[in-house]
């Protein structure tokens, strides 16, 4: 048995969802779980959807629900020559299940609301896939995955009980396998012990490919993309990119640690402990190879990989007192970026202070400084890049670093990490 994971890219349209079909039809026989995500950008528009709610705009938020609804109309029309075809009667009822949590903005827990509307996303997408695939006279099942990935309440970004989910997806899958090839169901989502909708993190249908993997000890899983594999940098900002033909398990966390966003980073550590082969695909060109993530090591260091993060911002940190940078005060700073919900990039002391970098746009600047200067004296420099290079040489460091200021530079045997700020 195998697992596929279809992104949002990867049914995003009419031509998408069919050529979806095609894929599958070159596996015709065998047994596949397939995850999907959202069609295209169906998340973003649910969290304008709930902040709308939020607000209680209803003129916003009846324009979105009639948006989201033309959007996945159109896909529907093109898909469904028969208007009749139960599949509009199921997307109008979620459409009206969406309407009907206007009312419903004072929700038990934070990031609960969240939950129960931005899952519907994947509830639509997978009940539109599968009903095309079964016209397509596939023997496809719809399953629901929110009746077998049982996770914590850690809204948005729920943690997975593993024995339970496990116990959970052997039933079902095992018993929809007798009468079908493919059983379809929803990236990203899972439930709680009393039966509210959880979500696993922004981009975590991959994730959810993991989970169906290993609990269900897959063959492999493939995730099918709109690049022709993993590369070994992102080709927004480098022309020459080249593709991974195979890499470790190691390394493919390493990578995705360091922000290559090609997979989602928890999606790995699953396979790699049941030694379950990852693909990732071309879904524009499914016959070419890809990249192999697998346990040998000895290919990673064939290619250089080079991960840029823009938008960064170095943030260093004294103490106020005459006192240096030690256990005590590291511990009062990470307590607070902990209480705060910051990810550190990178982060580097010296006798004096304590330097930390993160996204500029995931941290409330002011607020931050506030509570950090309470104790702290701050300083902080923006507009910085991150730069890592694993399975770096020098040729590889002088071009990254040509015409830049090198703010930070820590390496490894293995990886290089620049700060750099432009040399104007
Ligand atoms: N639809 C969700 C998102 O856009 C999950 C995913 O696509 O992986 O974040
Ligand atoms: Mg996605």
Request: with cysteine; proline share 3%; glycine share 4%.
């Amino acid at each position: 048995m195998k697992v596929f994971k279809f992104g949002g890219a990867s049914v995003k349209d009419p031509n998408a969802v069919t050529n979806v079909g095609s894929i599958l039809s070159l596996y015709a026989g065998q047994k596949i779980i397939v995850v999907v995500s959202a069609m295209g950008k169906t998340t973003n528009k649910l969290e304008e959807i709930l902040h709308s709610i939020q607000l209680q705009d209803r003129s916003v938020f009846d324009q979105q629900i009639a948006e989201l609804s033309a959007f996945h109309h159109a896909i529907m029309d093109e898909l469904f020559r028969e208007k009749s075809h139960p599949i509009f009667q199921k997307v109008a009822a979620i459409i009206e299940e969406i309407n009907g949590l206007y009312s419903k903005n004072k929700s038990e827990k934070p990031g609960h609301l969240y939950d129960q509307i931005v899952s519907f996303g994947e509830l639509l997408s997978s009940h539109i896939v599968n009903d095309f695939l079964v016209e397509l006279g596939t023997k496809s099942c719809w399953l629901d995955a929110r009746k077998m990935i049982r996770t914590d309440d850690r809204y948005q970004e729920a943690n997975v009980d593993w024995e339970k989910s496990k116990e959970l997806i052997q039933q079902e899958v095992n018993r929809a396998f007798l009468q079908s090839d493919i059983l379809l169901t929803q990236g990203f989502i899972g439930h709680t012990a009393d039966g509210s909708t959880t979500t696993l993190g922004r981009e975590g249908s991959d994730y959810t490919a993991g989970i169906f993997a290993y609990c269900c000890e897959a063959e492999n899983v493939t995730i099918w993309k709109d690049v022709p594999g993993m590369l070994n940098a992102d080709p927004k900002y480098f022309p020459n990119t080249q593709k991974l033909d195979k890499i470790s398990f190691n390394e493919a966390i390493e990578l995705s640690y360091y922000g290559a966003s090609v997979i989602h980073p928890k999606t790995i550590k699953p396979l790699q402990n049941k030694n379950i082969p990852l693909f990732v695909k071309s879904f524009i060109e499914p016959l070419s190879k890809g990249t192999e993530i697998q346990a040998q090591r000895n290919s990673d260091e064939l290619i250089p990989s080079f991960i840029v993060k823009k938008g960064q911002i170095l943030l260093s940190i004294t103490p106020k007192d005459f006192s240096f940078i030690n256990e005590e005060n590291l511990q009062n700073i990470f307590q607070l970026l902990a209480k705060e919900n910051i990810k550190l990039n990178l982060m580097q002391n010296s006798a004096l202070s304590f330097s930390i970098l993160v996204d500029a746009n995931k941290i409330e600047l002011d607020q931050l400084l506030l509570e950090l200067k309470k104790e702290f004296d701050v300083k902080y420099n923006d507009h910085l890049e991150l730069v890592t290079i694993r399975h770096y040489n020098a040729a590889t460091i002088e071009a990254m670093c040509q015409g830049k200021l090198v703010i930070i530079e820590q390496k490894t045997r293995s990886t290089v990490r620049f700060v750099l700020k432009d040399a104007t």
